[in-house]
């Protein structure tokens, strides 16, 4: 595998945990499958126009945590362009958030589709303040047997950390699940922890924060799967 270049989308804030833990997290994934990996941040303002060529020319798509983001509509086309392209996509905690959002709006067709963090009388909160905010928490997290997750960790269920207070609203999952996303992780309690696209190379939504794992010197597997999957389209010229 050569090297392989990652679109970060977000606002860089290196006061935040995760901003500071992602550039680890690919260090150690790429010494793990031996390629280079190199990354780029793109601030979601930069984006509110549309897709740059700079984004475009990224074998893999990470939208980071620490929403709301400066621009909702950057963000969202960001993650659009992942979808649409099958460009292999990571969305962590806010990046769970806002795939889930626009996969409600550009596919689903829920218009009124919201983010409840940034309209909080909105009559449709896809996204919804957790029954329990799961700031600075760890848990466990369960995932459904056959899925991507369960076959990229090799086990039934892993202990993850979180940084979030808001998620999918229950009352929206029967509708977004009727096609190709699908949950793939829920906690001991039930509730939705991770999502993924089926019919899409890797577009995986985790609201957990795999990417701390670096702080602890620790390669996490699932950033390991992403830049994998990042060097396969590479490889292929796609």
Do not use: N
């Given at each position: 595998?050569?090297?392989?270049?990652?679109?970060?989308?977000?606002?860089?804030?290196?006061?935040?945990?995760?901003?500071?833990?992602?550039?680890?997290?690919?260090?150690l994934a790429g010494a793990r499958h031996g390629v280079a990996v190199a990354f780029e941040w793109f601030a979601t303002e930069a984006l509110a126009g549309g897709v740059t060529a700079a984004l475009a020319g990224c074998d893999g798509i990470w939208c980071v945590p620490a929403s709301p983001y400066r621009s909702e509509a950057g963000a969202l086309s960001g993650i659009r362009f992942a979808r649409e392209s099958r460009r292999p996509f990571l969305g962590t905690c806010g990046g769970f958030q806002h795939a889930v959002l626009e996969y409600a709006r550009n596919i689903l067709g829920l218009a009124a589709a919201a983010h409840a963090e940034t309209e909080p009388g909105a009559p449709e909160p896809v996204i919804a303040p957790l029954s329990c905010a799961l700031v600075e928490a760890s848990g466990a997290v369960v995932f459904a047997p056959r899925s991507r997750l369960a076959v990229i960790y090799g086990a039934a269920q892993a202990v993850e950390t979180y940084h979030c207070r808001y998620g999918l609203n229950p009352e929206f999952e029967r509708r977004l699940v009727v096609g190709p996303l699908r949950v793939v992780a829920r906690d001991t309690a039930g509730e939705v922890r991770a999502m993924e696209l089926i019919d899409h190379?890797?577009?995986?939504?985790?609201?957990?924060?795999?990417?701390?794992?670096?702080?602890?010197?620790?390669?996490h597997p699932l950033v390991n799967a992403f830049v994998a999957a990042a060097g396969v389209r590479r490889e292929a010229g796609a």
């Open positions: 595998m050569s090297g392989v270049r990652i679109g970060l989308i977000g606002d860089h804030d290196p006061g935040v945990t995760a901003h500071r833990a992602i550039p680890l997290a690919l260090e190379p890797f577009f995986v939504l985790t609201l957990y924060q795999p990417e701390r794992a670096a702080l602890g010197g620790k390669a």
